[in-house]
């Protein structure tokens, strides 16, 4: 463990003594400390230039992944050390609006049978809203899909992927069809969420497929979408994990085919609390593909 | 179907393996100890895929070379808290299962390793055996649910097994290498993915290992294998809960 911590450090400052002191260990220590990481490595990971240190390509290679699982193990010290204090801690989750919470809750619940102290801050809003909540540090974690592009400090873990169906009330008289096709839904005025990231990959989908985009009907939650649909306003698109009532139809269609990746995002380099290292974990762990089916 | 006859069955072990499945199965019909099993398994894969032997061979030259006994958390130490979810998403301490008993903590590579496979299999059948003893079992690997959850059922194991995502624990313990690109060329080739398994591209490892927690929370009992083609002697592991039941 202090091997890598001591890698690291060269690995910052390009300077063994430096790193040395940084480190409050004496220089030769640290070297040795490295060889014995280099044997286990199976190569160098510094060309010497005294005083400076060079990365080797294999060092260039070990430093994020190191970093990674140095950090991770710093949580796990972090979290026993919390547990021992008693310490409260807080879950500052963001989720977009596009996503159901219900796709996390078991998850929550499963981290406060061990910190049954945790306060809970769910914030929602849209992908750039989430974005905010991150930078701001008013949430620590999110959960939405397609925002990893947009600030380079976002570490991003994607959960899962899932596609997206057709909804549509069944008193509309498309809803007791057996199949749709493209052809059926010319005359049709789609209802398209303007909380869902996807939202403009839809409208030019529908473009292409020689539909109507532009009169159209916008919602910007899902609540709204259903009392729509359920007043039999409009065509709808849900993805999968969003559930529906009973007296909604769903269904595909061919040539409409959206999906979208749910993903898991935290600020890269900012120290997270040990809950929110712990919910990383368990959300990068778990099964998705059998909570989802 | 009818039965094979003795005959029929010692004739196929006699023909060499085809499969994986097939050496590991061959290696189980054979009721010795888990290190004949280990070692019939290691032999049988050597002859079929004689670039890995060498390869493992390298590997473990290479790790060999780190003080084995310093390797790990050390006899009489304090095991560090875990708090890692299970194949269920459940989350499971170290706390919370030593306020039952002693726990038998298993290190393992992962869910697609054969030695890995054989050992916990051999841990399942003493199951019964340690939780007369007041014991408990957890086996740690890097993998994810995905992969956990089917392992357990189809292995039959009846204890959990927990994702160390990142092997934060393992580094933690000091258990953690590099495979190194040969091995990792040879897992691409053999369908091995541990990048999907792992969640990372990191291409690390744990050392498997076996460590023995008494209630205190300190290690009684451990062996760490560089040589991860062997594993602790499930007998020696009965041997040691019984030691610390009587003291």
């Known amino acids: 463990m202090h091997q890598v911590r001591y890698f690291l450090a060269v690995a910052r400052t390009l300077n063994f003594t430096r790193a040395a002191e940084e480190c409050h260990v004496a220089q030769p220590s640290l070297t040795r400390a490295i060889k014995l990481l280099e044997g286990e490595l199976g190569g160098d990971l510094f060309r010497r230039e005294r005083p400076h240190a060079m990365l080797t390509p294999l ?3 070990m430093f994020p992944l190191l970093k990674q699982c140095y950090d991770s193990a710093q949580s ?10 008693g310490e409260i801690g807080a879950l500052k989750l963001a989720v977009s609006g596009s996503i159901e919470l219900g796709l996390v809750l078991s998850h929550v619940n499963e981290l406060r049978k061990s910190f049954s102290e945790i306060e809970l801050k769910i914030l929602r809003g849209t992908g750039p809203q989430l974005v905010e909540y991150l930078k701001s540090g008013d949430a ?21 992927d899932e596609s997206f169906d057709i909804v549509l009330s069944r008193s509309h008289r498309l809803g007791s069809q057996e199949t749709i096709d493209l052809a059926d839904l010319k005359l049709e005025r789609f209802l398209l969420r303007n909380h869902c990231e996807k939202g403009g ?3 030019a989908m529908l473009r292409t497929q020689g539909l109507n985009a532009d009169h159209r009907h916008e919602v910007s939650s899902d609540q709204d979408l259903m009392a729509l649909l359920d007043a039999n306003i409009g065509i709808g698109f849900l993805p999968r994990t969003v559930n529906t009532p009973q007296s909604l139809v769903r269904t595909s269609v061919k040539g409409l085919e959206l999906e979208r990746d749910i993903c898991l995002y935290g600020v890269a380099g900012r120290q997270r609390t040990p809950v929110a290292a712990t919910f990383v974990k368990m959300l990068r762990a778990a099964n998705w593909q059998k909570s989802t089916s | 179907m009818t039965a094979k006859s003795t005959e029929d069955k010692l004739k196929d072990l006699k023909s060499s393996p085809r499969s994986m499945t097939e050496a590991l199965t061959r290696a189980e019909i054979q009721n010795i100890s888990l290190s004949s099993r280990l070692s019939a398994y290691r032999k049988d894969s ?16 290479r790790l060999n070379m780190i003080d084995q006994g310093r390797v790990g958390p050390g ?39 054969p030695y890995c496979k054989l050992e916990l299999r051999s841990l399942a059948a003493i199951h019964s055996e340690i939780a007369r003893l007041g014991a408990g079992v957890i086996s740690i690997m890097p993998d994810g649910a995905q992969f956990t959850g089917d392992y357990v059922a189809q292995n039959d194991l009846p204890f959990p097994v927990l994702s160390d995502i990142d092997l934060g624990y393992s580094l933690l313990l000091g258990l953690i290498f590099w495979v190194g690109p040969e091995i990792q060329r040879l897992y691409k080739e053999a369908g091995v993915e541990l990048e999907k398994y792992h969640g990372n591209q990191g291409y690390f490892l744990p050392m498997a290992a076996k460590l023995i927690v008494g209630r205190d929370g300190r290690v009684k009992a451990r062996q760490v294998n560089i040589e991860f083609r062997e594993r602790m002697e499930p007998q020696a592991l009965i041997a040691t809960l019984r030691q610390l039941r009587i003291g």
């Open chain 1, 140 to 160: 620590e974690l999110a959960v939405g899909t397609s925002i990893g592009e947009t600030w380079d400090r976002l570490d991003s873990w994607k959960l899962f």
């Open chain 1, 76 to 85: 796990a010290r972090a979290l026993a050390a919390m547990i021992n204090d």
């Open chain 2, 75 to 113: 006899l009489g130490e304090l095991m560090p808290e875990f708090n890692l979810p299970d194949e269920n998403g459940r989350l499971i301490s170290l706390s919370s299962l030593l306020a039952l008993g002693p726990v038998v903590i298993s290190i393992n590579r992962g869910h697609w390793c």
């Open chain 2, 46 to 61: 050597s002859d079929r895929r004689p670039e890995f032997a060498k390869a493992y061979d390298d590997l473990v030259e």
């Open chain 1, 201 to 203: 990959e839809l409208a």
């Open chain 1, 59 to 61: 060092g260039e290679r």
